[in-house]
């Protein structure tokens, strides 16, 4: 089945910083790519869609400008967290899914925790 | 809009006990199902799916899904759990060729398998 990777696995920073996760598909080109969040014993929180080459559609509720997200090709989406402060703690996890498909492929997600 | 209905949160099996997960959706056009499992400490992975054809799908790990178009549900079963099945585990859903639009999921049930 289709491979996708994310990195850190798990991060710790202090309020105030700025944090990147990467996000790739491994074998198969991800036309789009979804950034979750996920709370713990909650289910997935849709952030964003993103679409390689284009701006990021967020859903109701979501800060662009805090949850920066860049889909600059075809296997590789990254999640940027601006100012991170300790709400945002919390498990995201990246899904991937291949042009003309249906089948979305999940990450393992990142571990953020802000200090 | 559409949404995914799973009526337990929580349930406790013995092992060797059959499971049955219920799953509605709401949506009166042409959809795609999916069942994923979160193993603990590990990422979603897809069990099984339903795009078209026999409405019941078997996927991996002897789990087995009926799609029943007029109840609109598509309920996961196994017939003998394992101490192993102790995950959570997701129902979602994505309208048929529409597109880039993200699966939309239920909002979880955990399984906890007891020896």
């Known amino acids: 089945g289709a491979v996708v990777s994310q990195h850190p696995s798990r991060v710790i920073c202090k309020s105030g910083t700025s944090v990147k996760i990467e996000c790739r598909s491994l074998?198969?080109?991800?036309?789009?790519m979804f950034w979750y969040r996920q709370f713990p014993k909650k289910s997935l929180m849709l952030m964003a869609t993103?679409?390689?080459?284009?701006?990021?559609?967020?859903e109701q509720g979501v800060e662009k400008d805090k949850f920066l997200i860049n889909h600059a090709s075809l296997t590789l989406s990254t999640l940027t967290v601006t100012s991170a402060h300790p709400e945002d703690s919390s498990f995201y996890i990246c899904?991937?899914?291949?042009?003309?498909?249906?089948?979305?492929?999940f990450g393992p997600g990142t571990r953020l925790l802000v200090l | 809009a559409q949404s995914v209905s799973q009526h337990n949160h929580h349930v406790i099996l013995s092992e060797a006990a059959s499971l049955e997960l219920g799953c509605n959706y709401s949506?009166?056009?042409?959809?795609?199902l999916f069942w994923y499992v979160q193993y603990p400490g590990q990422h979603l992975q897809l069990l099984l799916k339903?795009?078209?054809?026999?409405?019941l799908v078997k996927g991996i790990k002897g789990f087995e899904a009926e799609f029943i178009k007029s109840k609109f549900s598509f309920n996961l079963r196994k017939p003998s759990v394992q101490w192993s099945d102790t995950a959570e585990y997701f129902c979602?859903?994505?309208?048929?060729?529409?597109?880039?639009?993200?699966?939309?999921f239920g909002k979880g049930t955990r399984l906890s398998v007891i020896a």
């Open positions: 979602a859903v994505k309208r048929r060729n529409s597109g880039n639009t993200p699966l939309v």
């Open positions: 899904s991937a899914r291949e042009a003309y498909q249906e089948t979305q492929y």
């Open positions: 074998d198969f080109q991800a036309t789009t």
């Open positions: 993103s679409n390689e080459g284009s701006k990021a559609t967020y």
């Open positions: 339903y795009f078209s054809g026999d409405p």
């Open positions: 949506y009166g056009g042409t959809v795609n």
